[in-house]
């Protein structure tokens, strides 16, 4: 049996989803330059409690997807559903370094809900004691923190991170990682999470999806059988080995 489950592009029809994604295709048209073909039928969806993970290429076109989904670019062929349900947390934290931490969190919120209890929610981050320090005074991994915390406040169904880990040192990521998935966890959310580090994903993720060098296509739906808490140092290489193997142009072994 190998480390990883089988390879099943096209899942993006499961009833099951609480996101569905479909682009057709996507083509950016500069002025005075040549089309770019940035997506093609890249179809995918994400179930309820589950986290997956979307891997590619750099310049592959998952920037792209990520923006479609969020409702940034409606100039494509195709439909996404569930995205309305969805809080996003994105690569720089995009604090207002003039707002406190806690009115940074509320300021993601719509304006009838911004008096909510938000005081489980900080203390599950371990933001209390930074609730009225502002932004400047914290270090990346919290400020990740707080952006977190500000995509979790709405309750969304769907939590969708763009490469969250990156430029932390491995114990500030690994900690933060724990984090979200025991928060999402004991949530029952779901994660779409879009990562350049294969060895994270392996570690938390329920689903891959692998796609291609531009245009971004769906190459391979691979379900991770093993247990999170079941998974090991030894499992995990294994996989990626198994995964570099069948998919060396999306990942290197």
């Not at 099951?16 to 093609?40: D, F, I, Q």
């Not at 707002?99 to 909510?116: A, I, Q, T, Y």
């Not at 999806?209 to 079941?230: F, H, K, N, Q």
Request: glycine residues 8%; positive net charge.
């Amino acid at each position: 049996m190998s480390a990883a489950g089988a390879d099943s592009p096209g899942a993006g029809a499961d009833p099951s989803a609480v996101l569905r994604v479909s682009v057709a295709g996507k083509t950016y048209r500069p002025k005075g330059l040549e089309p770019v073909e940035a997506v093609r039928d890249l179809a995918f969806s994400v179930r309820a409690g589950e986290i997956v993970c979307l891997i590619g290429p750099s310049g592959a076109g998952k920037t792209t997807t990520l923006r479609i989904l969020l409702g940034l670019d409606t100039d494509f062929t195709g439909a996404v559903a569930g995205a309305e349900q969805a809080g996003i947390v994105f690569q720089e934290p995009r604090l207002l370094p003039w707002r406190s931490v806690e009115h940074n969190v509320r300021l993601g919120l719509p304006r009838g809900k911004r008096r909510r209890d938000l005081d489980a929610l900080f203390e599950r981050l371990s933001l209390t004691p930074w609730r009225s320090r502002f932004p400047g005074a914290l270090s990346l991994g919290m400020q990740r923190r707080v952006a977190l915390a500000r995509a979790l406040a709405g309750s969304p169904r769907v939590l969708v991170l763009d490469e969250p880990f990156v430029s932390l040192d491995d114990a500030a990521a690994a900690e933060l990682r724990a984090l979200v998935v025991d928060t999402v966890d004991a949530a029952g959310m779901s994660v779409l999470m879009v990562t350049h580090n294969v060895g994270e994903a392996i570690q938390i993720a329920d689903r891959l999806l692998l796609v291609s060098r531009r245009p971004a296509t769906l190459v391979a739906d691979i379900a991770l059988g093993r247990p999170r808490p079941a998974r090991d140092r030894a499992w995990a290489d294994a996989t990626r080995t198994s995964l570099a193997g069948r998919h060396p142009e999306v990942i290197a072994d």
